[in-house]
């Protein structure tokens, strides 16, 4: 499967996927780094060793819809602002 493949998108762009089971989401890296700190996510490595420092695979069991909600935001934001 080719990355973001099954990704959710806003305007071409992906805010959220499933990868190996787990959802995960685009969030500025202060909100990545308040999850990681809080036990509620884990830094998201694509596979080549070095992490994505906007990205977080979240860890609790409810659906994601916030944090989904959230990085949708995050990325309409990001496309406004450039």
């Known amino acids: 499967m080719k990355f973001g493949e099954n990704a959710q998108k806003v305007k071409g762009k992906i805010y959220a996927m499933q990868v190996r089971g787990r959802l995960v989401v685009k969030l500025p890296k202060e909100r990545v780094a308040k999850l990681v700190a809080a036990g509620e996510a884990?830094?998201?490595?694509?596979?080549?060793?070095?992490?994505?420092?906007?990205?977080?695979?979240?860890?609790?069991?409810?659906?994601?819809?916030?944090?989904?909600?959230?990085a949708r935001a995050f990325v309409l934001e990001q496309q406004r602002s450039r």
């Open 42 to 70: 884990e830094p998201f490595d694509p596979g080549h060793g070095r992490l994505m420092k906007e990205w977080a695979v979240i860890l609790r069991d409810d659906d994601g819809g916030e944090l989904a909600r959230e």
